[in-house]
């Protein structure tokens, strides 16, 4: 297998995203979590993005994951791997973006690395290297209160350059105008100088195939779902990656049987989304404090869900308000309350598997991910798009009789994304 791209993401969701946004363009793609072992049987395709839970992790872990992943897809004829984050850059000033994006360059020699979390479809746009979501810059939408990494600075230039070794620079927008010639031409002034990163910016998705061109003259970038559109028509435009049937044909019978929704993001929009499936299936929401303390928070949970799946789906939630989560964030600290709400959570998810659900929807990039993992499903089949960057995924080498999950970011999806999503679940 030669791949024309190897792409590691920093979460399952954004994996997914990410694998979604290969498939619509036309790559075949697939997604391994982790990565594979030496004997996961994969189908012939263009693209592996390997899924990584290193967002949240301690900066030399997150490191050591994405370096073993970079030399995984090198070993498969990868000659450009994209370091897939979040588009909305979620890290601290510990990490992990810097951190890996240092440790990817280093091994591949390139001298410098672009980067832009841009993706203007999906109201992701950089302006003189400020990040904006919609119409307000970073530190004015939701994600100042993400409940693991606030985000409270727009301009990316210093927010990489806090986490970063090297300086960062910016390709401005006036020289993205100018095609591919003139980014790669300021990305070489600028690795002359000191910098060894640049922040590109992107205001529509037309800039995102020049950057794409750019960026195949280095073997690293750094960007999350619109950069890798760019790099699949770059690399569709100048003949690599076979624009064969997408992966999305070969998801295969129905599975049937009970259906779950899980939800432990707190973003507004999936608090919206839990509001409106409300109205659609039962709503079970767990009280947070007794999945830190309680010494079996699982139990009740999943005997109200088996008493109720038999008639329907329905959706068991840990979702709060950002007051709520800072509340129990200061009485039980950050990482101890996320990670005992995503083990309550995952454990819930074995237990419905267990009792027979193969249709799982998962709201969270971190829940997803420790679902996943509790599940040890090895890789995805993309499958239809539910909502923009949202992929039914279909499991693939589990040993087990096939799973349809829908992971969702937390941004991600309509006021009825629960719903929407089943309705592609069949
Ligand atoms: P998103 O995709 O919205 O970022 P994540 O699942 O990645 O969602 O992150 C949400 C984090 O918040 C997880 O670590 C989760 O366990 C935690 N969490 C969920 N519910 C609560 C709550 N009520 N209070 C505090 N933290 C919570």
Redo the contacts with the bound molecule.
């Keep these: 297998m030669t791949l024309a791209l190897g792409c590691i993401a920093d979460?399952y969701?954004g994996a997914s995203d990410l694998a979604n946004t290969l498939t619509l363009a036309g790559l075949r793609t697939v997604q391994t979590i982790g990565v594979p072992a030496d004997d996961l049987v994969l189908p012939e395709v263009d693209a592996i993005v390997v899924a990584l839970k290193s967002r949240s992790i301690e900066a030399s872990k997150a490191v050591a994951a994405s370096r073993a992943a970079d030399r995984w897809l090198r070993a498969r004829g990868a000659c450009h791997v994209l370091f897939k984050i979040c588009s909305t850059f979620?890290s601290t000033d510990a990490g992990n973006i810097g951190p890996v994006m240092d440790a990817l360059r280093a091994d591949s020699g390139d001298a410098i690395v672009l980067v832009t979390p841009a993706f203007p479809q999906n109201r992701r746009t950089v302006y003189q290297g400020n990040l904006f979501v919609g119409s307000v810059p970073l530190n004015e939408s939701p994600l100042k209160d993400?409940?693991?990494n606030p985000m409270r600075d727009a301009n990316l230039v210093r927010v990489l350059a806090r986490q970063s070794a090297s300086a960062v620079g910016l390709v401005d927008l006036a020289v993205v105008q100018k095609g591919a010639g003139a980014i790669a031409a300021r990305l070489a002034e600028l690795a002359a100088g000191d910098a060894g990163a640049a922040i590109v910016d992107v205001v529509e998705d037309s800039n995102l195939e020049a950057i794409g061109h750019a960026a195949l003259g280095q073997k690293v970038s750094v960007g999350a779902s619109g950069f890798g559109l760019g790099l699949a028509q770059a690399l569709l435009a100048s003949g690599r990656g076979a624009a064969g049937a997408p992966a999305s044909g070969a998801l295969g019978e129905p599975i049937g049987g009970p259906a779950a929704c899980l939800a432990?993001?707190?973003?507004q929009a999936?608090l919206e989304q839990i509001a409106r499936a409300e109205t659609l299936m039962p709503v079970l929401r767990l009280d947070?404090e007794a999945l830190i303390t309680a010494p079996n928070p699982v139990s009740p949970a999943l005997a109200w869900a088996l008493e109720r799946l038999p008639s329907g789906p329905v959706l068991i939630a840990?979702?709060?308000t950002p007051d709520?989560?800072a509340a129990?964030?200061a009485k039980h600290g950050r990482d101890k309350?996320?990670?005992?709400?995503?083990q309550a959570?995952s454990a819930i998810a074995a237990g419905l598997v267990a009792a027979g659900v193969r249709r799982l929807v998962i709201?969270?990039?971190?829940?997803?991910?420790a679902v996943v993992d509790r599940l040890a499903i090895p890789a995805f089949l993309i499958g239809p798009e539910i909502a923009p960057g949202v992929p039914v995924l279909r499991t693939a080498g589990t040993g087990q009789p096939d799973m349809l999950l829908a992971l969702?970011?937390?941004?991600f999806g309509g006021p009825d994304f629960f719903a929407d999503a089943l309705k592609l679940m069949p």
């Design positions: 979460d969701t979620d993400h409940p693991l432990g993001s707190c973003s999936t947070p840990t979702s709060a709520s989560v129990l964030q309350a996320g990670h005992a709400i995503e959570l709201a969270g990039g971190e829940t997803s991910g969702k970011s937390g941004n």
